[in-house]
T-cell receptor, first 112, second 111 residues
Framework: TQLLEQSPQFLSIQEGENLTVYCNSS?????LQWYRQEPGEGPVLLVT?????EVKKLKRLTFQFGDARKDSSLHITAAQPGDTGLYLC????????????FGKGTHLIIQP | DAGVTQSPTHLIKTRGQQVTLRCSPK?????VSWYQQALGQGPQFIFQ???????QRGNFPDRFSGHQFPNYSSELNVNALLLGDSALYLC??????????FGPGTRLTVT
């Protein structure tokens, strides 16, 4: 069974601070996806990383895929209250066509 | 272009009852996946439908069944409901080469 462990589970920081969220697995995935979910809504895709060592930037968010394609990180610079939400990583075994394996998520609160 | 839609939004059922949840995929998508998200947890994959057939299944008992219609819409059926089935049920649609787009979910409460 493939598992994804996310850490930390909860994070509450002040506006303007930086943070990093981690997603680790003992299994190799063909790709890793990061989602953000707000209360009462479904997850919304932020980014997909496919190549080991890949780094992708989305404004203040930086995503990295480990060289062995087993782990990933999400770094947020100068966090804003609008970044508050549940951040989920999900592994895909076959190009995203199959069912995704999700981590438990990181609940992030950015206080003004 | 409408995204993935799900109905109903909320549902309350009693233990032992049966429930049917519905999903309409995003326009142009032919694959539908269902996930269960317990409170405070990440989504767990239930199964995926493609061309009206169950193509892949997660670790869920056969109380959970589904169907896909010729127009690609889908239903999730759960029989003999347990308290532990209370969760947000998410539907996601996709097309070969695209990622999965999620609907807003159906919140099921079993009392």
């Amino acid at each position: 069974t493939q598992l994804l462990e996310q850490s930390p589970q909860f994070l509450s920081i002040q506006e303007g601070e930086n943070l990093t969220v981690y997603c680790n697995s003992s299994s190799v995935f063909s790709s890793l996806q990061w989602y953000r979910q707000e209360p009462g809504e479904g997850p919304v895709l932020l980014v997909t990383v496919v190549t080991g060592g890949e780094v992708k930037k989305l404004k203040r968010l930086t995503f990295q895929f480990g060289d062995a394609r087993k782990d990933s990180s999400l770094h947020i610079t100068a966090a804003q209250p609008g970044d508050t939400g549940l951040y989920l990583c999900a592994g895909a075994s076959r190009g995203g066509a199959d069912g995704l394996t999700f981590g438990k998520g990181t609940h992030l609160i950015i206080q003004p | 272009d409408a995204g993935v839609t799900q109905s109903p939004t909320h549902l309350i059922k009693t233990r032992g009852q049966q429930v049917t949840l519905r999903c309409s995929p995003k326009s142009g998508h032919d694959t539908v996946s269902w996930y269960q998200q317990a409170l405070g947890q990440g989504p767990q994959f239930i199964f995926q439908y493609y061309e009206e057939e169950e193509r892949q299944r997660g670790n869920f008992p056969d109380r959970f069944s589904g169907h896909q219609f010729p127009n690609y819409s889908s239903e999730l059926n759960v029989n003999a409901l347990l308290l532990g089935d209370s969760a947000l049920y998410l539907c996601a649609s996709s097309y070969p080469g695209t990622h999965q787009y999620f609907g807003p979910g159906t919140r099921l409460t079993v009392t």
